[in-house]
């Protein structure tokens, strides 16, 4: 079966330092989808990055940045300079073809907080 | 401001009572969902619409029934429910890609801030 590994619980830095939440996933299929959300104190899941299994180029966005490795099914997301508004729940998903549909299974969320 | 809006924000209800959780996008997405999320855990899957049709549900009680009367709406109505249905309620809503009809699980999901419900 599919399943998304969080092992970071929590996470606690101090304002401007680099910090990378882990996600290691597992699944039988060739094709599949990962994404990374992040869900503020507000309650939204927010959509950060969407990957599919065959792209496996990382990628940047500002201050973000991705580490997807097929070879340790891993897909790692790095914060460089960690802001206080960067604090949030971070949720890891994969979703796999299941049933004759697609199914988003989540990770347990890592929790960062970012102290000024 | 979020593009999914769910009413009402915080719900108390008795477990006999009869209410209503409301969710509105005007994306022109078709595919909404409904997850349940508990304190300190992932969100879980409730139901999928794809079309203004139900289909998924994820062995949910029956005492959750969703509706989707357009498309840009989706309700849960809830009667009879148990304290240990608190929770956060989140609506979501996305685009349907012809290669993952019905289920869209491949697609970005676009959250509402979601409903908190505390049953007494």
């Known amino acids: 079966a599919q399943k998304v590994t969080q092992a970071q619980t929590e996470i606690s830095v101090v304002e401007k330092e680099d910090v990378t939440l882990d996600c290691v996933y597992e699944?039988?299929?060739?094709?599949?989808?990962l994404f990374w959300y992040k869900q503020p104190p507000s309650g939204e899941l927010v959509f950060l990055i969407r990957?599919?299994?065959?792209?496996?180029q990382n990628e940047i966005s500002g201050r973000y940045s991705w580490n997807f490795q097929k070879s340790t099914s891993s897909f790692n997301f790095t914060i460089t300079a960690s802001q206080v508004v960067d604090s949030a729940v971070y949720f890891c998903?994969?979703?796999?073809?299941?049933?004759?549909?697609?199914?988003?299974?989540f990770g347990s969320g890592t929790r960062l907080l970012v102290r000024p | 401001d979020t593009e999914v809006t769910q009413t009402p924000k915080h719900l108390v209800m008795g477990m006999t009572n009869k209410k209503s959780l409301k969710c509105e996008q005007h994306?022109?997405?078709?595919?909404m969902y409904w997850y349940k999320q508990k304190a300190k855990k992932p969100p879980e899957l409730m139901f999928v619409?794809?079309?203004?049709?139900?289909?998924i549900n994820e062995s949910v009680p029956s005492r959750f029934s969703p509706e989707c009367p357009n498309s840009s709406l989706l309700n849960l109505h809830l009667h009879a429910l148990q304290p240990e249905d608190s929770a956060l309620y989140l609506c979501?809503?996305?685009?349907?890609?012809?290669?993952?009809?019905?289920?869209?699980?491949?697609?970005?999901?676009?959250f509402g801030a979601g409903s908190r419900l505390t049953v007494l």
């Open positions: 994306m022109g997405h078709r595919a």
């Open positions: 619409y794809s079309y203004e049709k139900l289909s």
């Open positions: 979501a809503s996305s685009r349907i890609t012809g290669q993952d009809y019905p289920s869209s699980g491949a697609n970005v999901l676009t």
């Open positions: 699944t039988r299929d060739t094709t599949y989808y």
């Open positions: 990957r599919n299994s065959f792209d496996e």
């Open positions: 998903a994969l979703s796999e073809w299941m049933d004759s549909s697609y199914k988003l299974i």
